[in-house]
């Protein structure tokens, strides 16, 4: 993924694959060599692209379980704290921001009791949420990093919708909101 920064005269460059890397690494610098290793495969268009690249950083990306809990007493948690995600559904923050409006919404609908705002929360929120995660670790599995027969798989079966299939396919994580109708209004 690449899109421009400082009126197209930056680009930020993101390349992401597997390299079963255990422990959690935040911007470490290495050399482009080393995200070249990820890449042999692919296109060498593509590989031109990541070679123009510098200043690489490498993050560890994080995913967990979902989880059934996010209150204790008077704290909630929201966005990555809750239920963090990986990058495939590009939906991180976007949870984080649903996450912090229906908070805020059922803590104005029920004045005075925040238990239960916080267990409404709770209730509307998870489900989604986590269907998000388990949807993005999956479609980076099938959709973004296949291989062998699995890609010739994803191949025809994406061949095989049409745009407005997969729309379809989106409207639950694009469509509508997830508060009932007299919080929604």
């Excluded at 692209?49 to 979902?66: A, F, M, Q, Y």
């Excluded at 949870?95 to 409006?101: G, K, R």
Aim: net charge positive; charged share 20%; glycine share 6%.
């Amino acid at each position: 993924m690449h899109y421009p920064l400082k009126g197209w005269k930056v680009f930020n460059l993101v390349v992401t694959y597997h390299n079963d890397v255990k422990e959690a690494v935040v911007s470490k610098p290495v050399p482009v060599e080393e995200v070249m290793q990820g890449f042999e495969h692919i296109h060498p268009r593509a590989r031109r692209v990541i070679e123009h690249g510098s200043n690489w950083k490498l993050w560890v990306l994080c995913d967990r379980t979902p989880v059934e809990r996010w209150i204790d007493w008077r704290v909630a948690l929201l966005g990555d704290a809750a239920h963090p995600m990986l990058q495939y559904l590009a939906q991180g923050a976007c949870m984080a921001m649903e996450d912090a409006v229906t908070l805020a919404e059922l803590v104005a609908a029920y004045p005075g009791d925040i238990d239960k705002a916080f267990r409404t929360y709770q209730a509307l929120r998870i489900p989604h949420t986590a269907r998000v995660q388990l949807g993005s670790r999956e479609i980076g599995k099938f959709i973004y990093h296949p291989g062998g027969a699995a890609a010739l798989v994803r191949n025809s079966v994406l061949k095989s919708w049409t745009p407005n299939e997969y729309y379809d396919r989106l409207s639950w994580l694009y469509g509508g909101s997830i508060l009932p109708p007299a919080a929604a209004a």
